[in-house]
């Protein structure tokens, strides 16, 4: 009986990657789209049906080119990371609260930071093996940056965690079936979306690969399938920070269609904020995570840590 739910679970899982890599792929022709009407330009629209197959043309094209690698490079970290940092951000996924279990298990949240915590090595590994200083630099970067914003992550899911008195993501569905948290913690939801973008490198937080200032920075020595894999990672990332969003702000009823509407809406506000606001200074990054975003979590953090006790 036991090898049976196993392989049940095997195979669920499996699906579940290969509709997250699906998913990520026409998440990229969304961007595209949407970032050429935002220029006032239509975006990719001659493969297939209104560019409809562009992804898969995309990936058909990186993964045929020729693999290339530095000759200075320490091949097996340059040949491993983009596979390790790939393998990471879909190893995230498994902690989907479905109802009937799957992964789903009591202490997700650590599972979770635990997870991203790794993501960092990935980065710098990536452009420390490259033996390249725009690599290094942009590696560096990312680095300093990701750390940053980590704190002020933990610190909202640790509020959270004294708020539900649990770190498994099932019981956020139940707290929020009468009212969603996004309600009556709207500060702490700016914080986690403004964190979130800059966890996963996106613009106006992008400096490790800020294409003016380093090429494009960690990832400038890696082309064809290397490239393609940092990309997956990257997009994948995206799309669950999404779905964990809409778990501890919007009610988390993974049955109901609206669901993937609120998923699919906050994955467009990514897109959205890199159409529309410019790049920040790096110093002013730093500033805004440890002069800002780390007292304000701190202090909501005593806040219901006290109203926890106080009720």
Same mark, same amino acid.
């Given at each position: 009986?036991?090898?049976?739910?196993?392989?049940?679970?095997?195979?669920?899982?499996?699906?579940?990657?290969?509709?997250?890599?699906?998913?990520?792929?026409?998440?990229?022709?969304?961007?595209?789209?949407?970032?050429?009407?935002?220029?006032?330009?239509?975006?990719?629209?001659?493969?297939?049906?209104?560019?409809?197959?562009?992804?898969?043309?995309?990936?058909?094209?990186?993964?045929?080119?020729?693999?290339?690698?530095?000759?200075?490079?320490?091949?097996?970290?340059?040949?491993?990371?983009?596979?390790?940092?790939?393998?990471?951000?879909?190893?995230?996924?498994?902690?989907?609260?479905?109802?009937?279990?799957?992964?789903?298990?009591?202490?997700?949240?650590?599972?979770?930071?635990?997870?991203?915590?790794?993501?960092?090595?990935?980065?710098?590994?990536?452009?420390?093996?490259?033996?390249?200083?725009?690599?290094?630099?942009?590696?560096?970067?990312?680095?300093?940056?990701?750390?940053?914003?980590?704190?002020?992550? !933990? /610190? +909202?899911? @640790? $509020?959270?965690?004294?708020? %539900?008195?649990?770190? =498994?993501? #099932?019981?956020?569905?139940?707290?929020?079936?009468?009212?969603?948290?996004?309600?009556?913690?709207?500060?702490?939801?700016?914080?986690?979306?403004?964190?979130?973008?800059?966890?996963?490198?996106?613009?106006?937080?992008?400096?490790?690969?800020?294409?003016?200032?380093?090429?494009?920075?960690?990832?400038?020595?890696?082309?064809?399938?290397?490239? !393609? /894999? +940092?990309? @997956? $990672?990257?997009?994948?990332? %995206?799309?669950?920070? =999404?779905? #964990?969003?809409?778990?501890?702000?919007?009610?988390?009823?993974?049955?109901?269609?609206?669901?993937?509407?609120?998923?699919?809406?906050?994955?467009?506000?990514?897109?959205?904020?890199?159409?529309?606001?410019?790049?920040?200074?790096?110093?002013?990054?730093?500033?805004?995570?440890?002069?800002?975003?780390?007292?304000?979590?701190?202090?909501?953090?005593?806040?219901?840590?006290?109203?926890?006790?106080?009720?």
């Amino acid at each position: 009986m036991l090898s049976n739910e196993f392989y049940v679970l095997i195979f669920v899982s499996v699906i579940l990657i290969i509709f997250v890599l699906v998913g990520v792929a026409f998440f990229t022709l969304l961007e595209r789209k949407v970032l050429g009407y935002i220029h006032l330009r239509k975006g990719p629209n001659k493969v297939g049906f209104m560019g409809i197959l562009q992804p898969f043309s995309d990936a058909i094209k990186l993964f045929c080119k020729e693999h290339i690698n530095p000759l200075v490079s320490n091949y097996l970290l340059y040949y491993m990371c983009p596979v390790f940092s790939l393998f990471l951000s879909l190893f995230l996924w498994m902690l989907m609260p479905y109802m009937s279990g799957m992964f789903n298990f009591n202490l997700g949240l650590f599972f979770f930071l635990l997870c991203t915590s790794m993501g960092v090595y990935t980065i710098m590994l990536a452009g420390w093996s490259s033996n390249s200083n725009y690599a290094l630099l942009g590696g560096l970067r990312a680095v300093a940056q990701t750390i940053s914003y980590e704190v002020s992550l !933990a /610190l +909202i899911l @640790l $509020s959270f965690v004294f708020l %539900i008195s649990s770190y =498994s993501l #099932l019981d956020f569905f139940y707290y929020q079936i009468g009212i969603w948290f996004l309600f009556f913690l709207f500060p702490l939801c700016n914080i986690w979306f403004v964190s979130c973008l800059a966890e996963t490198n996106r613009s106006p937080f992008d400096f490790a690969e800020g294409e003016s200032e380093l090429v494009s920075g960690f990832n400038v020595e890696y082309g064809s399938g290397g490239f !393609a /894999l +940092i990309f @997956l $990672s990257e997009y994948s990332s %995206i799309l669950f920070m =999404s779905m #964990l969003s809409c778990i501890i702000f919007m009610g988390s009823d993974l049955h109901s269609f609206l669901f993937y509407v609120k998923v699919l809406f906050i994955g467009f506000l990514y897109i959205w904020v890199r159409g529309t606001l410019p790049r920040y200074r790096y110093d002013k990054l730093m500033y805004l995570a440890w002069s800002s975003f780390l007292p304000v979590s701190l202090n909501f953090l005593m806040f219901y840590l006290g109203l926890k006790i106080f009720f």
